[in-house]
């Protein structure tokens, strides 16, 4: 099943007889220097219909898969580029449908799948940072000296 995924994802991004739309971004994140692959839901819904509701109902496995491609094609295009790396990420954008929610609208039945998540930030605060645990090395001695562990409750 996982192996249909990947080359599902593998023949979209290997996209010759449709203008090779794809093939070019990944040529050009590259040639960017980038990590990141930006892809259009609704292009994915044009070439497998079922691919794409997987996609959104079903993120957290198709995202395994969809990454695995995105390395094959750039290994395919530039082994250096690929080895250098390793890993690599994808962006989507496009219609989400029922995806598409409000910070009010998110419930726990979207676990594990695509949304959408549109709101207005109102408030930030900055970000604090905390030590749970402390390992103290003596290079002279090379010996580990003293691990404190902090037991903090974050609110």
Known sequence: MAKNIFRE?????????????????????????GRRLIIDIDD??????NSAKQLISNYTDEEVELKRAIKECVRSINTD????????????????GRQHVTPRTLRSK???????LEGVVTRCSEVKTVLLKSVHYCPAT??????????VTII
């Open 81 to 96: 580029y690929e080895n250098k790396y390793g890993e690599f990420f994808v962006g989507l954008y496009g219609s989400f």
């Open 9 to 33: 994802y593998q023949d979209f991004l290997d996209d010759e007889l449709q203008d090779n739309v794809y093939h070019r971004k990944v040529q050009t994140m590259i040639n960017e220097n």
């Open 110 to 116: 979207f676990l594990g799948s695509l949304v959408c």
């Open 142 to 151: 090379k010996i580990f000296l003293n691990t404190y562990r902090l037991h």
């Open 44 to 49: 994915v819904r044009k070439y497998n219909f």
